[in-house]
Every structure is written in C-alpha cells, then in structure tokens.
C-alpha cells in the first residue's frame, strides 16, 4: 500500500481529482465521477485483510442498500463515443467497481474498458434496483449520447459467443 501512484486527472471530465489509495474523486461537483487506479490488481486482492485496507485506505463507504451505477467505457476501434454500462448491487457502488477490475461477478466491459464510475443512484431496495437497472440503461439509450449501453441482461453480439 506504500506505492506511489502518479496524479491522475479525472478520466471522464479531465479536471482534478484526489486520490487516496487506489482509488481517485474528481474535484468538480459538475462531474463527480471516480475510478481504481488499475495498479490496484497488484495488491492480493483475494487476502481479507488487503482487500479491507484498500478499501479502507480508499475512504469506501459501507452499504446501506441497493443500488444502480454508471460506469464509463473506453471506445473500441471504429467507435466515435464512448460507452456505458449500467449495473444494480448489493455492494457500495465504488466496492463492486472493484470487483469488476478483479474479475469477481465481472462483466467483460467494465473490466476490460471501465474509465470511471460517473454516478451512482441509491440507496435505494433491492427490487427498486432491479428495476431501475433496466429502467435507467433505457434512458441513458434515448440520450444518444454513448456508442452502446450495456446492461447485464442485454444479449452478447454474435461476434462474441463466448462470455
Ligand atoms: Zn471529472
């Protein structure tokens, strides 16, 4: 946990951000997004007593609820805009980000692309989430804003039949 990790500007706005262990907060209120510091998967995540400290260290909040993120994909080749994907848990919103990175209830995008977190909606109960999660992916899909919005329950393309 000693390591030295370069500042980073905020991956989604590219204004300030803080960091505190692995993890970094964008300054602008505007903003808000947070993201790991990919560095993080050098720690033995899978030891209890690493995995509390880095998210002790990070300032994660314990969960009260349910709730529904947004987390910020890197465009693939060909891709114009970034993408999104929209998830529900049981965890902190900023815990199960980083169990994405660490392969764990991992969906391929976030772990592969993920850039930030960009908010999160909660605590809210667990069927609220449930519906939320669809609900929101929606919305965020008539906005045009992202090339593709992933939810968990969208289909794999034809093109990646595997996971
Ligand atoms: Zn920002």
């Not at 390591?3 to 980073?8: F, N, P, S």
């Not at 965890?91 to 976030?110: A, C, D, I, N, V």
């Not at 906005?143 to 039949?161: A, E, R």
Request: charged share 30%; glycine share 6%; net charge positive.
């Amino acid at each position: 946990m000693s390591r030295k990790l370069k500042k980073i500007n905020c991956r989604a706005c590219q204004g300030k951000a803080s960091q505190r262990g692995y993890f970094y907060r964008c300054h602008k209120k505007s903003c808000g997004a947070v993201f790991w510091h990919r560095a993080v998967l050098s720690e033995n995540l899978g030891d209890d007593k690493v995995y509390s400290e880095v998210l002790r260290t990070a300032n994660v909040p314990k969960s009260r609820g349910h709730y529904v993120y947004v987390i910020l994909l890197d465009r693939l080749s060909g891709e114009l805009m970034n993408s999104a994907y929209v998830g529900s848990t049981g965890r902190h919103p900023f815990e199960r980000y980083l169990y994405h990175l660490k392969g764990t209830q991992s969906s391929k995008h976030p772990r592969k692309r993920g850039k930030a977190m960009l908010y999160f909606e909660g605590p809210m109960s667990f069927e609220k989430s449930q519906i939320r999660e669809k609900q929101h992916a929606d919305e965020l899909r008539a906005k045009n804003i992202y090339h593709k919005v992933y939810d968990p329950t969208l289909k794999q393309t034809p093109s990646d039949p595997n996971k």
